[in-house]
Protein backbone atom coordinates (compact mmCIF):
# COMPACT_ATOMS: atom_id res chain seq x y z
CA UNK A 1 0.00 0.00 0.00
CA UNK A 2 2.75 2.74 0.78
CA UNK A 3 5.81 1.02 -1.23
CA UNK A 4 7.57 4.72 -1.57
CA UNK A 5 7.53 4.91 2.31
CA UNK A 6 11.36 3.83 3.00
CA UNK A 7 10.57 3.68 6.62
CA UNK A 8 7.82 0.48 6.25
CA UNK A 9 10.82 -0.78 3.87
CA UNK A 10 13.02 -0.97 6.74
CA UNK A 11 10.74 -1.99 9.39
CA UNK A 12 10.41 -5.06 7.02
CA UNK A 13 13.72 -5.61 7.23
CA UNK A 14 13.91 -5.71 10.59
CA UNK A 15 10.75 -8.00 10.78
CA UNK A 16 12.90 -10.12 8.34
CA UNK A 17 15.95 -10.68 11.01
CA UNK A 18 14.72 -10.36 14.04
CA UNK A 19 11.33 -12.55 13.45
CA UNK A 20 11.81 -15.13 10.88
CA UNK A 21 15.91 -15.05 10.45
CA UNK A 22 15.87 -14.46 6.85
CA UNK A 23 19.21 -12.19 6.80
CA UNK A 24 19.31 -12.17 3.40
CA UNK A 25 15.81 -10.79 2.69
CA UNK A 26 16.60 -8.07 5.54
CA UNK A 27 19.47 -6.54 3.67
CA UNK A 28 17.16 -6.53 0.48
CA UNK A 29 14.32 -4.20 2.73
CA UNK A 30 17.04 -2.16 3.75
CA UNK A 31 19.13 -1.83 0.28
CA UNK A 32 15.24 -0.36 -0.76
CA UNK A 33 14.54 1.99 2.02
CA UNK A 34 18.04 3.68 1.60
CA UNK A 35 17.84 3.64 -2.37
CA UNK A 36 14.30 4.98 -1.44
CA UNK A 37 16.02 8.41 0.35
CA UNK A 38 19.09 8.96 -1.76
CA UNK A 39 17.91 12.45 -2.26
CA UNK A 40 17.42 12.84 1.49
CA UNK A 41 19.84 10.35 3.16
CA UNK A 42 18.75 8.89 6.22
CA UNK A 43 21.39 7.94 9.17
CA UNK A 44 18.73 5.61 11.10
CA UNK A 45 18.50 3.63 7.68
CA UNK A 46 22.24 3.11 8.08
CA UNK A 47 22.21 2.49 11.50
CA UNK A 48 19.57 -0.41 11.03
CA UNK A 49 21.53 -1.94 7.84
CA UNK A 50 24.62 -2.04 10.73
CA UNK A 51 22.39 -3.79 13.20
CA UNK A 52 21.14 -6.57 10.71
CA UNK A 53 24.47 -7.39 9.80
CA UNK A 54 25.94 -6.82 13.68
CA UNK A 55 22.26 -9.72 14.10
CA UNK A 56 24.43 -12.02 11.65
CA UNK A 57 27.34 -11.75 13.12
CA UNK A 58 26.22 -12.54 16.52
CA UNK A 59 24.49 -15.84 15.28
CA UNK A 60 27.69 -17.18 13.32
CA UNK A 61 29.54 -16.18 16.52
CA UNK A 62 27.40 -18.60 18.35
CA UNK A 63 27.69 -21.64 15.24
CA UNK A 64 30.97 -21.51 15.01
CA UNK A 65 32.46 -21.31 18.69
CA UNK A 66 30.59 -24.91 18.89
CA UNK A 67 33.50 -26.27 17.07
CA UNK A 68 36.48 -25.12 15.33
CA UNK A 69 35.93 -23.02 12.66
CA UNK A 70 37.54 -23.89 9.24
CA UNK A 71 39.55 -20.45 7.54
CA UNK A 72 36.63 -19.78 5.21
CA UNK A 73 34.14 -19.56 7.95
CA UNK A 74 36.37 -16.93 9.67
CA UNK A 75 37.19 -15.27 6.64
CA UNK A 76 33.44 -14.78 6.29
CA UNK A 77 32.43 -13.64 9.45
CA UNK A 78 35.32 -10.83 8.94
CA UNK A 79 33.19 -10.00 5.67
CA UNK A 80 29.93 -9.65 7.38
CA UNK A 81 31.65 -7.93 10.11
CA UNK A 82 33.46 -5.19 7.50
CA UNK A 83 30.12 -4.88 6.07
CA UNK A 84 28.75 -4.11 9.01
CA UNK A 85 31.15 -1.62 9.92
CA UNK A 86 30.27 0.48 6.34
CA UNK A 87 27.06 1.18 7.07
CA UNK A 88 27.55 2.39 10.76
CA UNK A 89 30.02 4.66 9.66
CA UNK A 90 27.87 5.72 7.18
CA UNK A 91 25.83 6.79 9.93
CA UNK A 92 27.85 8.44 11.28
CA UNK A 93 28.84 10.49 8.78
CA UNK A 94 25.19 11.49 8.54
CA UNK A 95 25.13 12.26 12.05
CA UNK A 96 28.72 12.42 13.72
CA UNK A 97 26.73 13.17 17.00
CA UNK A 98 24.89 9.99 17.53
CA UNK A 99 25.85 7.89 20.31
CA UNK A 100 24.81 4.90 19.22
CA UNK A 101 26.31 5.00 15.71
CA UNK A 102 29.33 4.39 17.91
CA UNK A 103 28.48 2.33 20.38
CA UNK A 104 26.97 -0.45 18.45
CA UNK A 105 29.99 -1.17 16.32
CA UNK A 106 31.87 -1.46 19.45
CA UNK A 107 29.60 -3.75 21.22
CA UNK A 108 29.74 -5.68 17.88
CA UNK A 109 34.02 -5.66 17.52
CA UNK A 110 34.26 -6.22 21.68
CA UNK A 111 31.87 -9.53 20.53
CA UNK A 112 33.88 -10.56 17.84
CA UNK A 113 37.77 -9.65 19.66
CA UNK A 114 36.48 -11.86 22.10
CA UNK A 115 35.47 -14.49 19.96
CA UNK A 116 38.65 -14.51 17.98
CA UNK A 117 40.47 -14.67 21.45
CA UNK A 118 38.04 -17.66 22.45
CA UNK A 119 39.02 -19.75 18.99
CA UNK A 120 42.59 -18.67 19.39
CA UNK A 121 43.69 -21.38 22.07
CA UNK A 122 46.18 -18.76 23.43
CA UNK A 123 46.45 -18.55 27.46
CA UNK A 124 46.27 -14.72 27.62
CA UNK A 125 44.31 -12.14 25.64
CA UNK A 126 47.74 -9.89 25.38
CA UNK A 127 49.51 -12.94 23.81
CA UNK A 128 46.26 -13.65 20.87
CA UNK A 129 46.36 -9.53 19.73
CA UNK A 130 50.37 -9.78 19.29
CA UNK A 131 50.64 -13.21 17.67
CA UNK A 132 50.98 -13.37 13.98
CA UNK A 133 47.25 -14.39 13.05
CA UNK A 134 45.36 -12.10 15.12
CA UNK A 135 46.26 -8.82 12.55
CA UNK A 136 42.83 -8.23 11.64
CA UNK A 137 41.51 -8.56 15.41
CA UNK A 138 44.56 -5.57 16.49
CA UNK A 139 42.80 -3.45 13.97
CA UNK A 140 39.58 -4.16 15.14
CA UNK A 141 41.38 -2.88 18.54
CA UNK A 142 42.44 0.22 17.20
CA UNK A 143 38.56 0.92 15.86
CA UNK A 144 37.04 0.24 19.15
CA UNK A 145 39.89 2.64 21.12
CA UNK A 146 39.15 5.18 18.31
CA UNK A 147 35.53 5.10 18.68
CA UNK A 148 35.09 5.23 22.11
CA UNK A 149 37.55 8.25 22.18
CA UNK A 150 34.91 9.92 19.70
CA UNK A 151 31.57 8.95 21.89
CA UNK A 152 33.60 10.78 25.38
CA UNK A 153 33.86 13.82 23.13
CA UNK A 154 30.20 14.01 21.84
CA UNK A 155 29.28 13.51 25.71
CA UNK A 156 31.88 15.68 27.01
CA UNK A 157 31.06 17.48 30.63
CA UNK A 158 28.24 14.90 30.88
CA UNK A 159 28.40 11.45 32.85
CA UNK A 160 28.90 8.59 30.26
CA UNK A 161 25.96 6.64 29.67
CA UNK A 162 25.33 2.53 31.01
CA UNK A 163 26.15 1.94 27.20
CA UNK A 164 30.00 3.79 27.00
CA UNK A 165 30.83 2.12 30.85
CA UNK A 166 30.11 -1.44 30.02
CA UNK A 167 32.05 -1.35 26.96
CA UNK A 168 35.13 0.39 29.34
CA UNK A 169 34.72 -2.34 31.39
CA UNK A 170 35.35 -4.80 28.56
CA UNK A 171 37.56 -3.06 26.77
CA UNK A 172 39.49 -3.48 30.26
CA UNK A 173 39.52 -6.97 30.31
CA UNK A 174 41.35 -7.12 26.94
CA UNK A 175 44.16 -5.70 28.72
CA UNK A 176 44.42 -8.32 30.98
CA UNK A 177 48.31 -7.74 32.04
CA UNK A 178 49.02 -4.48 31.35
CA UNK A 179 52.76 -5.36 31.69
CA UNK A 180 52.39 -8.45 29.45
CA UNK A 181 50.50 -6.32 26.59
CA UNK A 182 53.21 -3.69 26.46
CA UNK A 183 55.99 -6.08 26.60
CA UNK A 184 54.12 -7.95 23.39
CA UNK A 185 53.41 -4.50 21.67
CA UNK A 186 56.93 -3.19 21.89
CA UNK A 187 58.41 -6.61 20.27
CA UNK A 188 55.67 -6.57 17.64
CA UNK A 189 56.47 -2.72 16.90
CA UNK A 190 60.60 -4.49 16.43
CA UNK A 191 59.70 -6.41 13.65
CA UNK A 192 59.57 -5.25 9.75
CA UNK A 193 56.91 -7.19 8.42
CA UNK A 194 54.16 -5.35 10.54
CA UNK A 195 52.60 -2.24 10.19
CA UNK A 196 53.89 -0.04 13.22
CA UNK A 197 51.05 2.72 13.51
CA UNK A 198 48.57 0.83 15.07
CA UNK A 199 50.89 -1.26 17.52
CA UNK A 200 52.44 2.47 18.67
CA UNK A 201 48.29 3.54 19.40
CA UNK A 202 48.18 0.48 21.59
CA UNK A 203 51.51 1.10 23.38
CA UNK A 204 49.27 4.75 24.30
CA UNK A 205 46.08 3.42 25.01
CA UNK A 206 47.68 0.84 27.35
CA UNK A 207 49.61 3.48 29.56
CA UNK A 208 46.16 5.48 29.23
CA UNK A 209 43.69 2.22 30.59
CA UNK A 210 46.28 1.77 33.22
CA UNK A 211 45.75 5.20 34.62
CA UNK A 212 42.24 5.19 34.38
CA UNK A 213 41.97 7.27 31.26
CA UNK A 214 43.36 10.38 32.75
CA UNK A 215 46.35 11.49 31.08
CA UNK A 216 47.23 13.76 34.20
CA UNK A 217 47.64 10.09 35.81
CA UNK A 218 50.47 8.87 33.23
CA UNK A 219 54.00 9.09 34.96
CA UNK A 220 56.08 11.60 32.56
CA UNK A 221 58.29 9.24 30.87
CA UNK A 222 55.50 7.68 29.33
CA UNK A 223 54.09 10.92 27.98
CA UNK A 224 56.88 11.89 26.54
CA UNK A 225 57.59 8.20 25.28
CA UNK A 226 53.53 9.08 23.70
CA UNK A 227 54.88 12.13 22.00
CA UNK A 228 57.45 10.85 20.14
CA UNK A 229 55.55 7.67 19.17
CA UNK A 230 52.79 9.63 17.67
CA UNK A 231 55.30 12.03 16.13
CA UNK A 232 56.66 8.88 14.43
CA UNK A 233 52.87 7.51 13.19
CA UNK A 234 52.13 11.40 12.04
CA UNK A 235 55.03 10.79 9.60
CA UNK A 236 53.73 7.66 8.11
CA UNK A 237 50.04 8.24 8.43
CA UNK A 238 49.88 12.08 7.59
CA UNK A 239 46.69 11.79 6.56
CA UNK A 240 44.98 10.75 9.74
CA UNK A 241 43.45 12.67 12.92
CA UNK A 242 43.67 9.41 15.09
CA UNK A 243 47.56 10.51 15.94
CA UNK A 244 47.05 14.37 16.55
CA UNK A 245 44.04 13.91 18.91
CA UNK A 246 46.61 11.57 20.72
CA UNK A 247 49.76 13.45 20.34
CA UNK A 248 48.18 17.17 21.07
CA UNK A 249 46.60 15.38 24.31
CA UNK A 250 50.12 14.09 25.19
CA UNK A 251 51.90 17.50 23.97
CA UNK A 252 49.86 19.22 26.75
CA UNK A 253 51.67 17.25 29.90
CA UNK A 254 54.64 17.45 28.16
CA UNK A 255 58.17 18.93 29.10
CA UNK A 256 58.65 19.86 25.78
CA UNK A 257 55.79 22.00 24.90
CA UNK A 258 55.71 24.29 22.08
CA UNK A 259 52.43 25.91 20.97
CA UNK A 260 54.08 26.94 17.50
CA UNK A 261 54.63 23.28 16.67
CA UNK A 262 51.21 22.55 18.40
CA UNK A 263 49.93 25.51 15.80
CA UNK A 264 51.34 23.84 12.73
CA UNK A 265 49.89 20.22 13.79
CA UNK A 266 46.24 21.43 14.76
CA UNK A 267 45.74 23.47 11.53
CA UNK A 268 46.66 20.18 9.84
CA UNK A 269 43.94 18.57 11.83
CA UNK A 270 41.62 20.84 11.11
CA UNK A 271 42.03 20.19 7.40
CA UNK A 272 41.63 16.40 7.70
CA UNK A 273 39.12 15.77 9.85
CA UNK A 274 37.55 19.64 10.01
CA UNK A 275 36.52 18.35 13.41
CA UNK A 276 34.84 20.61 16.50
CA UNK A 277 38.08 19.67 19.01
CA UNK A 278 40.52 21.23 16.05
CA UNK A 279 38.83 24.59 15.85
CA UNK A 280 38.65 25.15 19.91
CA UNK A 281 41.82 24.36 20.71
CA UNK A 282 43.22 25.93 17.88
CA UNK A 283 41.04 29.20 19.33
CA UNK A 284 42.63 28.59 22.62
CA UNK A 285 45.99 28.40 21.00
CA UNK A 286 45.88 31.74 18.92
CA UNK A 287 43.92 33.27 22.36
CA UNK A 288 47.55 32.38 23.96
CA UNK A 289 49.81 33.96 21.74
CA UNK A 290 47.26 37.14 21.56
CA UNK A 291 47.62 37.34 25.13
CA UNK A 292 51.34 38.17 24.29
CA UNK A 293 50.34 40.96 22.47
CA UNK A 294 49.75 40.06 18.70
CA UNK A 295 47.00 42.10 17.00
CA UNK A 296 47.37 39.52 14.23
CA UNK A 297 47.11 36.72 16.88
CA UNK A 298 43.67 38.71 18.05
CA UNK A 299 42.05 39.12 15.27
CA UNK A 300 43.01 35.41 13.83
CA UNK A 301 41.34 34.28 17.39
CA UNK A 302 38.09 35.92 16.78
CA UNK A 303 37.76 34.40 13.61
CA UNK A 304 38.32 31.13 14.82
CA UNK A 305 36.11 31.61 18.07
CA UNK A 306 33.32 32.28 15.52
CA UNK A 307 33.92 29.08 13.28
CA UNK A 308 34.01 27.25 16.41
CA UNK A 309 30.73 28.19 17.83
CA UNK A 310 29.30 27.52 14.14
CA UNK A 311 30.65 24.42 14.39
CA UNK A 312 29.42 23.28 18.15
CA UNK A 313 25.49 24.83 17.61
CA UNK A 314 23.94 21.66 17.07
CA UNK A 315 26.15 20.42 20.10
CA UNK A 316 23.57 19.72 23.25
CA UNK A 317 26.87 19.96 25.85
CA UNK A 318 28.20 23.15 23.45
CA UNK A 319 28.21 25.58 26.62
CA UNK A 320 30.94 22.90 28.34
CA UNK A 321 35.26 23.13 28.05
CA UNK A 322 36.77 20.37 26.58
Not at 65 to 86: D, H, M, Y
Not at 118 to 146: C, H, M
Request: hydrophobic share 40%.
Amino acid sequence: SFSDEAHFWAHLGRFYSIEMNEHGEAIKAIDKAINLTSHNPDPVLFHMKGMFYRRIVYKNIEELKTREPAKEEIAQLQGTVESAKEAFAAARTLDPDSEYAHISPTQLLLRVLDFGFAVSGQKFRADFLVSPTATWYREQLDEIEYLLERVRGIREGDKPSQYVLRCEAELDEIYDNYSRALEGWGNLLQRKDVFAPPIRRQIVRAYLTRSKREWSSIPQSEIERTVDLMEDNMREEPKSDYNIRLWFRALRYSARQDIDAALARLANWKIIGDSLEAHFYLYVLHVLKAIDGSMIERVRSEELIQQSGVKSRSQRNRTRSF
